[in-house]
């Protein structure tokens, strides 16, 4: 007869090696996004295309359940999400434009706000790293900015890369047991 602490041993490395296959997986798929960007900045749009239009019929389906002085409301928020994804799988291209712009905009205001929030928190230990988070995201912004609309078609594709490879190292590095 095994120990609880036993099982709890195997369950444990039965995760790690999940996790490790996980993290492995998603950093190949970054490294094919970062040598396709093109494709993953298209494929990456039409998931979002297709995120939005499920999101607007389950909220249409919500709608219809929803009592009467509130149907009204989320009739209405359903219709907007379910026209937008059919906007976005309509013309992919113009849309992969309009969502770089939008994460250039994002990126850059995130890190301004970042650049705030460290100096408010600055006698607090390690407020450099939020400063400097705040410094590489404004410049991550204005980079993409500069790219737009010339190279819009892989900056999306090529920071899904770059943000896969990094979750990816992490949840490799994560499952690695303690000794």
């Excluded at 239009?53 to 379910?82: E, F, H, T």
């Excluded at 450099?128 to 993409?144: D, H, K, Q």
């Amino acid at each position: 007869m095994t120990s609880d602490s036993e099982a709890e041993s195997r369950n444990r490395a039965k995760r790690s090696k999940l996790e490790m296959l996980v993290g492995g997986l998603l950093a190949l798929l970054g490294l094919v996004a970062i040598a396709r960007p093109t494709y993953a900045t298209i494929a990456s749009t039409v998931v979002f295309g297709w995120i939005f239009m499920l999101a607007g019929l389950d909220l249409l389906v919500y709608a219809v359940r929803s009592p009467r002085g509130q149907l009204l409301w989320r009739l209405l928020l359903g219709l907007l999400c379910l026209g937008a994804g059919i906007l976005v799988l309509s013309n992919v291209f113009k849309s992969a434009l309009a969502l770089t712009l939008l994460l250039g905009i994002t990126t850059f205001l995130i890190g301004v706000v970042q650049v705030i929030l460290a100096f408010w928190i600055r006698p607090a230990t390690r407020w450099t790293w939020v400063l400097l988070s705040g410094l590489l995201g404004i410049m991550v912004g204005i980079f993409i900015w500069s790219a737009w609309p010339l190279r819009a078609d892989w900056i999306i594709g090529f920071w899904i890369g770059v943000s896969f490879i990094g979750q990816g190292i992490w949840m490799m590095g994560l499952a690695v047991p303690h000794r």
